[in-house]
């Protein structure tokens, strides 16, 4: 109990030190766990969200960096970048299910 109570207290604090990077960091699990899925269960709508999310995060990314720089700037800006061209890519390949 004390271990769920620790990831908890660690979860909660990170949400309030960096609210953005908190929801940035939520939205790439979730595209990471609707990948998951979607190689389980090969539909569409999965790759579709999943790419959407790292989409949206990675702009949230970059907006960020535009603002409040970090003192990784280049390297969290080159990751986000990447990000979102391999996304958007992946966008432009599932287009033929439509």
């Known amino acids: 109990m ?3 109570r620790f990831w908890l207290n660690t979860l909660i604090l990170s949400s309030q ?3 953005p990077r908190f929801v940035e960091l939520v939205m790439l699990w979730i595209a990471l766990a609707l990948l998951a899925v979607w190689s389980i269960s090969p ?3 999965y790759l579709v969200l999943s790419l959407s999310f790292v989409i949206g995060s990675s702009i949230s990314i970059l907006i960020r960096e535009a603002i409040a720089p970090s003192p990784y700037i280049r390297a969290t800006q080159v990751t986000a970048v990447l990000m979102l061209i391999i996304s958007v890519y ?8 439509f």
Do not use: R
């Open 17 to 19: 030190y960096n609210p």
């Open 43 to 45: 539909f569409w709508p």
């Open 90 to 97: 992946g966008l432009a390949d599932v287009i033929h299910y």
């Open 2 to 4: 004390a271990i769920w």
